[in-house]
């Protein structure tokens, strides 16, 4: 009889578990050369060998693991990813300190309501929040008179064992009556949208076809979509092409008045500038007679703003004008009644605001109503009495107000740090936000748009332990260049500099996005533990203008890694650290960052982390998700940004017989945005690479994508990385 422990899977995980369990006698790590270490190796999965030969530009280019990108995935990719995760689970679950950070994560996080969003609409406040004892975000409603209630939570119904199900966006319709929202399972973010009747809780489907949310009509009668082709393939090269906006119009009762209705297409517009990536949009305001059209690329940059009368696009004669290009640089645009205001970054490093007719008005000198500052203005939002601007800098938020006569206002905050989830009404005067800090848990404020003073409002209830043993320390560090790369350290406030702290330091560097990371409970479990938490605003964000973002971008994306390198060295110098204890973490387009630099300098960290990262960048146009990134990144069809992608490509910087750290690498299944094979093709290079006995890792959560879909496989991936860190970037000063 084949019983389970006469199985082959069986006696495998039998012999990785004894191995393993040599490894971690005492807290001690893989030894180099021990034969508990040469046994833990011998159990990793090998992945077969099929070499593809590229020519790019006169190049040859081998490529080993292509047979990894099949589509469909096949059984061997499939078999092989499995036994990948149960191997890395068995490694990671025998880690001395993965139960007590268990435990500690369990105090930090679920005895906490965690904060979303917040958006007004009519006399209602929407909130979006975890609460105590719930695994998801769920969606709540204030009425006017402040009592609460649940509006939709995506957990109810669902069965034991089937895919977790996250709520995408939220968005409220301007009289607050309805809400229109979007759902999708496993983390896969292959959005189902609907409507709801607030009053009612009745639910209408809008689409199941991958949707988007992308604005209400100015009566609340009407709600757009983005949504995808329906023949739409998830992981094909053309998943994301040819998509295009519809209008759902519903009746009093919130129902569905009629067939939805294309409205604006890919490609649409007069004096079109061609982007692979276009993601068409459409938006109205209450109180306006126009409607704003936008072609998205790479998910934030307007690349064409378009505006026309609403009344003629529904009657099918839009008759489109252009606003803005591509070299106007808008980031955001939004209409107040026959003006449009318009964030861009065009003519201006650090951003500027424009204030512009929708009948006739271009972007030029003449519409300019906020001038580029020190500061960098990332986000604005429009309010009865003006509008209500966020600004950035030295690592910390600010708010400015630009009144309705044109007055600009600098707002006293109550206190420093991270602002976000900007709220207004456009009948109310004021404005709501949320403000956290590194060790400060995000408190919700009322903005009086007369007195222009704060008022805290509870939303959440406040977490049942003190944060004042924790403290954040601000500086900059001069990398080799002489540039100065701002830098956030998190600790406890008895640690002592005393070089033997092991190290996380974060840094992402890319699209021009600012690490802002705020609050965040799980990472006071390191701090227990004796650890650092560190934050690096590495060039290629837009920590500091678009110029630190092109300081960072194709053929600059060299700066990105070596700034993190630099960093690191910089945090050893100074004693915070030691060499070999600190650990590189970086998600998504940041695996750039950490792949390179661990490939580059070997022999700094003790560890590396790279989540559902982008390591083979070669490729990583010929994903669904790759088209139009190409502005960011680069193309193979042109020769100096070919080298550009080869030189950030960490899967081809992989040189045999190098004694590489410890590395987790960490996928989700569904991830759509970064496919798992990019993380796959790394982990089997730098197996058969690695002349170390430490080792290489690759976790699969099968119940997410891009992003942990509850607490539950948030807490389970911090205790993995927190004790993956504290093993391998060991210290004599670690807590118990």
């Known amino acids: 009889m084949n019983t389970v422990e006469n199985s082959p899977s069986f006696k495998r995980r039998t012999l990785l578990s004894a191995a393993v369990s040599l490894l971690f006698v005492s807290g001690k790590t893989f030894a180099a ?293 591509r070299k106007d640089g808008v980031l955001q645009a939004k209409l107040v009644g026959d003006d449009i205001y318009v964030l861009a970054n065009g003519r201006a490093d650090r951003g500027e605001m424009h204030k512009l007719s929708a009948q006739n008005g271009k972007i030029d000198a003449s519409t300019k109503v906020i001038s580029q500052g020190s500061f960098v203005i990332n986000e604005f939002i429009t309010a009865k009495d003006g509008v209500y601007v966020r600004t950035f800098e030295h690592g910390v938020s600010g708010l400015m107000r630009l009144s309705a006569k044109g007055k600009l206002d600098k707002i006293n905050m109550p206190m420093q740090g991270s602002v976000w989830s900007l709220a207004t009404n456009p009948d109310h005067t004021g404005l709501w936000y949320l403000i956290d800090d590194l060790t400060t848990p995000a408190t919700s404020y009322h903005l009086d748009g007369k007195m222009l003073t704060s008022t805290s409002v509870e939303l959440v209830k406040a977490p049942p332990y003190s944060t004042k043993n924790f403290l954040t320390t601000r500086t900059s560090v001069s990398v080799r260049d002489g540039t100065k790369v701002p830098v956030e350290i998190l600790l406890r406030k008895d640690t002592q500099r005393d070089g033997h702290r092991p190290v996380l330091l974060i840094a992402y560097g890319s699209y021009g996005s600012i690490l802002d990371p705020g609050y965040n409970s799980s990472m006071l479990s390191l701090l227990d533990a004796g650890g650092l938490v560190v934050y690096a605003h590495v060039r290629g964000g837009g920590e500091l203008g678009d110029d630190w973002h092109r300081a960072g971008q194709k053929a600059t994306k060299p700066n990105t890694w070596r700034d993190a390198i630099d960093v690191a060295e910089f945090l050893i110098k100074e004693k915070w650290t030691s060499i070999k204890q600190v650990a590189l973490w970086g998600t998504s387009a940041g695996g750039i960052m950490v792949g390179r630099a661990m490939t580059e300098r070997p022999d700094l960290f003790g560890a590396a982390i790279g989540e559902v990262g982008a390591f083979n960048t070669l490729r990583f146009e010929l994903t669904s998700n790759g088209p139009g990134n190409d502005v960011e990144f680069g193309t193979v069809k042109k020769e100096d940004e070919f080298h550009a992608l080869l030189a950030m490509d960490s899967y081809h910087a992989v040189r045999d017989g190098v004694k590489y750290p410890a590395t987790l690498l960490l996928t989700g299944a569904n991830d759509l945005r970064v496919e798992p094979w990019q993380i796959g093709k790394f982990a089997a290079r730098l197996q058969e690479a690695n002349a170390a006995s430490t080792p290489i890792l690759l976790r699969v959560d099968y119940d997410s994508g891009h992003f942990a879909t509850s607490r539950k496989y948030a807490m389970e991936k911090y205790a993995d990385i927190f004790s993956f860190v504290v093993n391998f970037c060991n210290t004599t000063s670690a807590r118990s």
């Not at 309805?178 to 607030?198: D, F, H, M």
């Open 33 to 325: 050369d021990s034969s508990a270490g040469k046994a833990m190796l011998a159990m990793a999965p090998i992945a077969k060998k099929e070499p593809v030969t590229d020519t790019y530009w006169g190049m040859q280019i081998v490529d080993p693991y292509r047979w990894m990108e099949q589509k469909p995935a096949s059984t061997e990719w499939t078999t092989w990813l499995k036994e990948q995760n149960n191997y890395t689970r068995v490694a990671l679950e025998a880690l001395p300190a993965k139960a007590s950070f268990m435990k500690s994560l369990e105090t930090y996080t679920k005895a906490v309501d965690t904060l979303g969003f917040i958006q007004s609409a009519g006399d209602k406040l929407f909130i979006s929040k975890r609460v105590i004892g719930s695994q998801v975000i769920a969606l709540f409603v204030r009425d006017g008179g402040g009592k609460e209630r649940l509006l939709f939570d995506p957990s109810v119904g669902v069965e034991a064992g089937k895919p977790t199900r996250t709520m995408d966006y939220a968005m409220p319709s301007p009289s607050g009556d309805y809400v229109a929202y979007g759902v999708s399972e496993g983390g896969s973010e292959i959005t189902t949208s609907y409507i709801l009747n607030v009053s009612t809780g009745d639910t209408t489907e809008v689409s199941r076809i991958f949707s988007r949310g992308t604005g209400w009509t100015a009566d609340s009668k009407g709600f757009f979509y983005y949504r995808l082709r329906a023949d739409a393939v998830p992981g094909t090269l053309e998943f994301g092409k040819g998509g295009s906006c519809w209008l759902h119009r519903i009746d009093q009762a919130g129902k569905q008045a009629g067939k939805d209705v294309e409205l604006f297409r890919s490609g649409e517009g007069p004096d079109f500038e061609e982007i692979e990536d276009d993601q068409p949009h459409l938006a109205s305001a209450p109180h306006s007679k126009w409607v704003l059209a936008s072609h998205v690329c790479n998910g934030n940059e307007i690349a064409s703003l378009y505006v026309c009368r609403y009344d003629d696009l529904l009657k099918g004669s839009p008759a489109w004008r252009k606003v803005a290009n």
